[in-house]
């Protein structure tokens, strides 16, 4: 079955720059999209199709996809940026959704 | 204003069943996929379940394929999930999403998100 592979955490400085990546085979291939989920609440997507953001999604919020790994990256985080995010794909040889296992992502 | 709304969860034996609802409105339901989602207590997002707008194509994670059962009413705006022969490992909290198009495909995204249904499977 078709595996996504996060880092379990990431730390930041606020201000500063975050980037949380995503590996898979040939994840390139396919689209990634990313989730953003604060504690006792339901997620919420804030990239898809590799790098387009949601109405309402800060423009802090930026996305990549290329060979093995997809990319999100927050620049200028703040403390509200504070959250877990999720990878996400669809594999179509199993038609499957797939999800990352998460990051948790740290503003210090 | 998008709203999903779960409901059916709650305590039962292993071995047990439950039928989760979630009830949609604020969109047309019936011109997009919907799924099934759980978290585990502490844990990641797992997907369950997918069913295109029509309710034609179906599809499963692998570990759960027999067990659990989707369907929709798009009557009723309703999505349905039948969880036969519980385990103590499917105790989780179940959320009813909208996909981005009418089938899961290569583009597929949740675009919307429900509160969820919390289902314990303990004896």
């Known amino acids: 079955s078709y595996e996504l592979t996060q880092p379990p955490s990431v730390s930041v400085s606020p201000g500063q720059t975050a980037s949380i990546t995503c590996s898979g085979d040939k994840l390139g291939d396919k689209y990634a999209c990313w989730y953003q989920q604060k504690p006792g609440q339901s997620p919420v997507v804030v990239i898809y199709?590799?790098?387009k953001r949601p109405s309402g999604i800060p423009e802090r919020f930026s996305g990549s996809n290329s060979g093995n790994t997809a990319t999100l990256t927050i620049s200028g985080t703040q403390a509200m940026d504070e959250a877990e995010y999720y990878c996400q794909a669809w594999d179509s040889s199993t038609r499957n959704v797939v999800f990352g296992g998460g990051t948790k992502l740290t503003v210090l | 204003e998008v709203q999903l709304v779960e409901s059916g969860g709650g305590l039962v034996k292993p071995g047990g069943s439950l039928r989760l609802s979630c009830t949609a409105s604020?969109?047309?339901?019936?011109?997009?996929?919907m799924n099934w989602v759980r978290q585990a207590p502490g844990r990641g997002l797992e997907w369950v379940s997918s069913?295109?707008?029509?309710?034609?194509?179906?599809y499963y994670v692998d570990s759960l394929k027999g067990r659990f059962t989707i369907s929709r009413d798009n009557a009723k705006n309703s999505l349905f999930l039948q969880m036969n022969s519980l385990r103590a490992e499917d105790t989780a909290l179940y959320y009813c999403?909208?996909?981005?198009?009418?089938?899961?495909?290569?583009?597929?995204?949740?675009?919307?998100w429900g509160q969820g249904t919390l289902v314990t499977v303990s004896s």
């Open positions: 999403a909208r996909g981005s198009g009418a089938v899961a495909a290569t583009a597929e995204y949740f675009q919307d």
């Open positions: 604020g969109f047309t339901f019936s011109s997009y996929s």
């Open positions: 069913i295109s707008s029509s309710g034609t194509y179906i």
């Open positions: 199709q590799d790098y």
